[in-house]
Nanobody, 126 residues
Framework: QVQLVESGGRLVQAEDSLRLSCAASGRDFSRYYMGWFRQAPGKEREFVAAISRSGGSTYYSDSVKGRFTISRDNAKNTVHLQMNSLKAEDTAVYYC???????????????????WGQGTQVTVSS
């Protein structure tokens, strides 16, 4: 098992940057695909970004591609989401997720992830 704790969310202005972190406890962090999802009020949880076990492959939703960057440090059991040029529509609770076995064709699917953090609120004021 792995426990996930997100941090870094806060109120920012449009066009600001913000870095979210997800700390994982438990064994074998490098065995997990890691993802970031977000959920805005009244909306379904949506995929934001994912990263492969080694960090060699990354995946992004079209809405954040070019603005957000996912990275991981397997030595420190952490995954980060660097968010630049933030927009009001990026306002949401951001969740970190881990998947043991996952095909690259479904990395965008929340149901494929096994473990979730409690979320961190990001609010972008325009």
């Amino acid at each position: 098992q792995v426990q996930l704790v997100e941090s870094g969310g806060r109120l920012v202005q449009a066009e600001d940057s913000l870095r979210l972190s997800c700390a994982a406890s438990g064994r074998d962090f490098s065995r997990y695909y890691m993802g970031w999802f977000r959920q805005a009020p009244g909306k379904e949880r949506e995929f934001v970004a994912a990263i492969s076990r080694s960090g060699g492959s990354t995946y992004y939703s079209d809405s954040v591609k070019g603005r957000f960057t996912i990275s991981r440090d397997n030595a420190k059991n952490t995954v980060h989401l660097q968010m630049n040029s933030l927009k009001a529509e990026d306002t949401a609770v951001y969740y970190c997720a881990a998947a043991i076995q996952i095909s690259v064709v479904v990395v965008t699917t929340a149901a494929e992830y096994d473990y979730w953090g409690q979320g961190t609120q990001v609010t972008v004021s325009s």
